[in-house]
Structure formats: C-alpha cells, structure tokens
C-alpha cells in the first residue's frame, strides 16, 4: 500500500529550543562543526488507495489543518515514500 510522507518544520525565523539543547550538546561533545539543528515532525500516512492529484490535496489539506500548526510550522514536504521506505 502506498505510504505518503509528510515533514513539519518549526518556521525558520522562530527559535527552536529543542534543536538548540541538541546543537549545544553537540558542541559540548566536541562536535562544534554541527552549527545549527533544527527538530520537526515527520508523518507517515498509508493509504488503501491509488496515490492520485485528488489524493494529494487531500493529504495537503491535512497537513494544514491537523498536522502542523500555521503560526509557527510549514509543511516543507508531502511525497510518496519509494519502495526502498515501504516496510
């Protein structure tokens, strides 16, 4: 069955204190050349149905109403997972 992929970003201008906590972490562990991290969401949504246009928009419309919240997260992707992710 097809699985659709969908990543939520925190929105570039906000601060990500989670990323940060990783980024200085990083740091500490002499990792500094790790200079920024960012942490969003990934969903991954399988479906009984042939992956179509409509199908898309759907999923779309999804990720904007239930999935990410407008004032502080973009959808940054919704894709078809290739068969190399389907397990």
């Known amino acids: ?5 969908v990543q939520v970003m925190p929105k570039q201008e906000l601060l990500d ?12 562990g002499g990792r500094e050349h790790f200079t920024d991290v960012r942490i969003g969401k990934r969903f991954e949504i399988v479906t009984d149905r042939e992956v179509t246009p409509e199908l898309m928009d759907e999923v779309a419309q999804i990720a904007d109403d ?7 997260e973009d959808v940054i992707s ?9 397990s």
């Open 66 to 72: 239930l999935l990410s919240n407008g004032v502080i």
């Open 78 to 86: 919704i894709e078809v997972a290739g068969d190399e992710e389907l």
């Open 17 to 28: 204190p989670a990323g940060k906590a990783v980024q200085r972490s990083l740091a500490a």
């Open 1 to 5: 069955m097809p699985k659709i992929v």
